[in-house]
């Protein structure tokens, strides 16, 4: 059943069971107090019956003895004027000795006295006692000792809520209760038809707009979680079902930028692919061709233009080689197959050692290489081979690109918890038209000249292992050449 009912349904029904239990809770609390609060005013004001009786009436006879005989026409008289009561003289150890009950009436014999003697003792009201007529059920009374001679010779014992009364009391209680609890239906009908109107309104209404907009999802999806996205988040949010759209709105917002974001790395990752193949197709056709023409025309080529053909065909096949192989280690960086394995070291003694592989290369371009390298840098934390990969390809790059007789500047420092280090060169610098595409991946929509002079993989790869590490990479702007400056996290 619950499942097919509505949330408002639900709710409804919750809320109506709520109210019957309160009102049925409600209802027991006040009908108990209604009836302590009138069994006390009934024996408040009956307290002193049983001592104005014993005073105006003979109960025992000169002897003290009690007759049941003599007493129970007196008893009858006494409870005609009174039907409500019932009366009996009960020894001092609370046997029953004298009563006008109809044969048959009487359950018990034994009344207990404890509660007498808290009466006789003014304790707190109501007070009950047995009632002689039920075996178990205990009710409010008037009692007074009976003495002769001062001594006790038992006890007046009035109950204060007879038979008669309880029967009358019972009967209107029947008729009251129907019409109360008829009255406590149309109320409870009538409150919940309008908590269904109100719930309808405030929870239901909000709760089904926001049900439809996540139910286009499965329709649509990406364009219903834009959609969802779109819509403005409630400030100040009042109540749950407001907090409940912002956060669907918030996550939508989420989904959407992410799939954007997967969108355009799927975008890059095909312009990649395809820049990627021509670059390899390029040296392939020409080394194919080379090669073919080796094959086709050996017999009738010199010397000189087979060994030219053999050489073209070799660099071709080289550069095929280093660039399969920079794609490789560029895939392994992206998908996180290669770990810095850190350990820490000095950066001026990497450089130093990395400079002298270069020596040969400096020495025959005639570069002048200038280096501002102080005392006393803090040691870095990082993956030796990966730094000295980073200070390679840059002062590489330097060399290939600096005239012969140019000048190539390193400078190294320490700014705040940061060693940066820059690698200028007096070269012909860098088109403006490359400069945003040096760390990214390729585009096959570049043009050709501008794929050409960007150069292979290894800058993006030198950003890939700085980034690794928390550094980063950027082309500083300068009056002549190119200016690269990266840095690194002090070692901790």
Not at 154 to 161: A, K, R, S, V
Not at 203 to 212: D, I, K, Q, S, Y
């Amino acid at each position: 059943m619950k499942a097919k009912l509505s949330l408002s349904q639900r709710l409804t029904l919750l809320f109506i069971l709520l109210l019957v239990l309160c009102a049925t809770i409600a209802g027991a609390v006040q009908l108990y107090s209604s009836m302590q609060f009138g069994n006390a005013m009934v024996q408040r004001l009956s307290a002193n019956l049983a001592q104005q009786i014993v005073r105006s009436e003979p109960l025992m006879d000169a002897q003290g003895r009690v007759d049941r005989n003599t007493l129970k026409p007196l008893f009858d008289r006494l409870m005609t004027f009174n039907p409500s009561v019932e009366l009996y003289v009960i020894s001092p150890d609370g046997e029953i000795l004298a009563d006008a009950a109809p044969p048959g009436h009487i359950k018990r014999q034994h009344v207990a006295l404890a509660p007498v003697e808290q009466f006789l003792n003014q304790g707190t009201m109501p007070v009950y006692g047995d009632d002689p007529r039920s075996p178990d059920k205990h009710k409010v009374f008037s009692a007074a000792p009976l003495r002769q001679d001062g001594e006790l010779r038992g006890y007046l014992y009035i109950i204060l809520q007879g038979e008669e009364l309880n029967a009358l009391a019972e009967n209107a209680w029947h008729k009251t209760l129907w019409s109360t609890l008829l009255w406590a239906l149309l109320l409870v009908a009538g409150v919940g038809v309008l908590v269904a109107v109100l719930v309808r309104q405030w929870v239901t209404r909000p709760v089904n707009a926001l049900t439809r907009e996540a139910s286009r999802i499965d329709q649509d999806s990406i364009s219903a979680i834009k959609h969802l996205a779109a819509q403005p988040t409630v400030e100040k949010p009042g109540d749950e079902v407001a907090l409940l759209r912002n956060t669907f709105i918030e996550l939508a917002r989420k989904i959407a930028s992410q799939w954007d974001e997967l969108a355009d790395s799927d975008r890059q990752r095909r312009e990649f692919i395809a820049n990627i193949s021509h670059d390899l197709r390029t040296p392939l056709t020409s080394l194919l061709g080379y090669l073919e023409t080796l094959s086709m025309k050996a017999a009738t080529l010199t010397p000189e233009e087979s060994r030219h053909y053999l050489e073209i065909a070799l660099r071709q096949g080289h550069k095929v080689r280093h660039l399969s192989q920079e794609l490789f280690e560029l895939a392994r960086l992206e998908h996180g197959a290669i770990k810095p394995q850190r350990e820490r070291f000095a950066l001026s003694e990497l450089v130093s050692d990395v400079v002298q592989k270069f020596d040969l290369s400096l020495e025959t371009r005639q570069i002048t290489l200038q280096t501002e390298i102080p005392g006393h840098l803090p040691l870095i934390n990082a993956d030796l081979s990966m730094v000295e990969r980073v200070v390679t390809n840059l002062l590489d790059n330097a060399i290939r690109h600096t005239p012969l007789g140019g000048t190539i500047r390193l400078k190294i420092w320490q700014q705040e918890e940061r060693l940066q280090m820059e690698v200028a060169d007096s070269g012909p610098g860098i088109d403006a038209a490359v400069r945003e595409q040096l760390f990214v991946r390729p585009s096959a929509l570049s043009q050709q000249a501008t794929r050409e002079k960007r150069g292979g993989l290894g800058l993006l790869i030198v950003k890939k292992m700085l980034e690794l590490h928390g550094g980063g990479i950027g082309l500083e702007e300068s009056t002549g050449g190119a200016c690269f400056r990266f840095w690194l996290p002090c070692g901790r």
